[in-house]
């Protein structure tokens, strides 16, 4: 008669572990973007601030051309 075999909770609870975690990642990610593009706004701004974070021009630099989903 009905055809769909019944969902079980693993599968559920799965599924929704799985959203979770693919918004954690997306989250992640867009910190990293928003963090790298700050970090580039202020070598331009005010370089001696990189300074006073205790990095060099060139540690900012590799950050800065860094992929997003590079840690």
């Known amino acids: 008669m009905n055809d769909v075999p019944p969902v079980g909770l693993a599968k559920v609870s799965r599924r929704t572990y799985s959203l ?8 992640t990610w867009d910190e990293r ?9 202020k070598s331009k701004d005010d370089p001696h601030l990189i300074d006073d974070i205790g990095l060099t021009r060139r540690q900012v630099e590799a950050e800065i ?3 997003f989903w590079q840690r």
């Open 33 to 41: 973007k928003r963090l790298r593009w700050q970090l580039e706004q």
């Open 20 to 27: 979770a975690t693919l918004r954690s990642v997306i989250a």
């Open 65 to 67: 051309a860094k992929p």
